[in-house]
């Protein structure tokens, strides 16, 4: 009888270490979905190529589509996988549509391109292709982004339309919308920049993916407010 209380103790540390043990071989099983996103209708093409665990939610799948991208998580968006629909459910829908809050594995259902749509009103529409799905590697830190070109185009510039007018007008000196279109987008703008360095780094890896804001975002530096309106404001 003096013994049961060790062998209990014994069995819970026993049973913890399993826990883990199981917890560690699920992460190394972990199926992981590379992905690729391209912009439609942009000229030139704004692409990246992501590598995504499978249990993020499309929640989650927003803020590295974001992030990856560039774009400042400031309008609404939705996922069309087939023939459904990911959204924040509105009281304008005229179909039902299904939570945010799914596993990016289980939405998929053997798809292999979706597309994701952010800011309605600009119409930013991207295609998403699932170009592989491997095991985890223990040596990548997920998620992260490990292909690209060209830059996002500024937010709230007016869609493909409005991005092609923005750029001619920057290119010309002689436009006479030049000097308030270089003010608008804050004096320098390279449509060709791409760093995935600084999205990886500065970005992405510095994310608690575990817990989102209260306004459902995954942002970088969990200390900043909740309220906060932007990634980049």
């Known amino acids: 009888m003096i013994l049961l209380p060790e062998v209990r103790g014994s069995w819970y540390r026993f049973s913890d270490m399993a826990k883990k043990k199981a917890s560690k071989l699920s992460l190394v099983n972990e199926q992981i979905f590379q992905l690729r996103i391209s912009l439609m209708l942009t000229k030139p093409l704004v692409w990246r190529r992501v590598l995504v665990p499978g249990t993020f939610s499309l929640e989650a799948l927003h803020s590295v589509l974001q992030i990856s991208m560039g774009w400042q998580m400031s ?35 053997g ?18 292709t699932v170009e592989a799905v491997t095991d985890r590697d223990r040596n990548l830190r997920y998620p992260i982004c490990i292909a690209g070109e060209n830059a996002c185009p500024p937010e709230d510039c007016g869609g493909p339309s409005g991005y092609e007018s923005l750029l001619e007008k920057i290119r010309n000196p002689k436009d006479p919308e030049h000097a308030e279109m270089m003010a608008w987008i804050g004096g320098f703008f390279d449509p060709l920049s791409f760093d995935p360095n600084r999205i990886n780094s500065d970005l992405l890896w510095t994310i608690d993916w575990a817990v989102p804001n209260d306004q459902g975002l995954y942002i970088p530096f969990s200390g900043l407010p909740s309220d906060d309106d932007g990634l980049f404001s």
Not at 89 to 94: A, S, T
Not at 111 to 124: H, L, M
């Open 75 to 109: 309008h609404l968006y939705d996922f069309q996988i087939g023939k459904v629909r990911f959204a924040e459910p509105d009281e304008f829908d005229r179909t039902p549509v299904k939570s945010l809050g799914t596993k990016l594995s289980t939405a998929l259902r």
């Open 111 to 128: 798809e292999k391109s979706f597309f994701y749509n952010y800011d309605f009103g600009d119409g930013w529409r991207h295609e998403v």
